[in-house]
């Protein structure tokens, strides 16, 4: 079982430029999300989306774009890096309606990113 | 404003001691408490807790709900090295749009 993959594990960017962090899942899952990791920060939301063509802001969504076009992929995109995004990003999905009341989120493995 | 409090923030102990690990939460329309275990990678899922007072325990690790008080607690026996990690606790709360907001983890070591 695949669960969720995230591509790429590590990924260093210069001020400006503008990349894509992948996740995709194979457990059918209508909601997914991303979160970013800082030390000391614990984990953060960054979007959201509970189905196709439906996505939402949490916590901090400044400097990030996120589509939903299937229900296996949630690409996140910075649209020009900044130094204030360096961290781990976390993509995550699990159940929607009342099934989310009885069943976790499942992690990617992550991707690490520095922004110099 | 919704919010999850961890605390310690961080713990070192020696192998074989039991360690208790907090979380409070004052989150509006509470639905359930999570707990995760990050390793240096993705979190892995521990427990998942809807009801007070009903204990759940997976091998020497336990964790219980108390919704008057609004807090969890996650148990180790007879730590091990293994056991070092970061403890997330996070609280799934909403009507309809449901959101899961983190602690900011409790760093366990474990020493020999």
């Known amino acids: 079982n695949a669960g969720v993959t995230q591509t790429p594990k590590f990924q260093v960017l210069k001020t400006g430029q503008s990349m894509t962090l992948q996740c995709a899942q194979d457990?059918?899952?209508?909601?997914m999300s991303w979160y970013r990791q800082d030390p000391g920060m614990g984990l953060r939301l960054i979007h959201y989306s509970v189905g196709a063509g439906i996505t939402d802001q949490g916590e901090v969504p400044n400097g990030y774009n996120v589509s939903r076009s299937t229900t296996e992929d949630f690409p996140l995109r910075l649209l020009s890096a900044a130094p204030s995004q360096t961290s781990v990003y976390f993509c995550?999905?699990?159940?929607?309606?009342?099934?989310?009341?009885?069943?976790?989120?499942?992690f990617g493995q992550g991707t690490r990113l520095t922004v110099v | 404003e919704d919010k999850v409090v961890q605390s310690p923030l961080s713990l070192v102990v020696h192998e074989g001691d039991t360690v208790t690990l907090n979380c409070s939460y004052e989150?509006?329309?509470?639905?359930?408490l999570l707990w995760y275990k990050q390793e240096k990678k993705a979190p892995t899922f521990l427990f998942m807790l809807?009801?007070?007072?009903i204990e759940k325990k997976s091998g020497r690790l336990s964790s219980i709900l108390d919704k008057k008080e609004l807090f969890s607690i996650l148990n180790i026996t007879a730590t091990q090295t293994g056991d070092s990690a970061v403890y997330l606790c996070a609280a799934l709360f909403g009507a309809g749009s449901y959101q899961l907001t983190f602690g900011k983890g409790t760093k366990l070591s474990v020493i020999p």
């Open positions: 457990m059918n899952h209508e909601y």
């Open positions: 995550a999905s699990r159940e929607w309606g009342q099934r989310i009341l009885n069943t976790e989120a499942f």
């Open positions: 989150v509006t329309n509470f639905r359930s």
């Open positions: 809807t009801s007070s007072g």
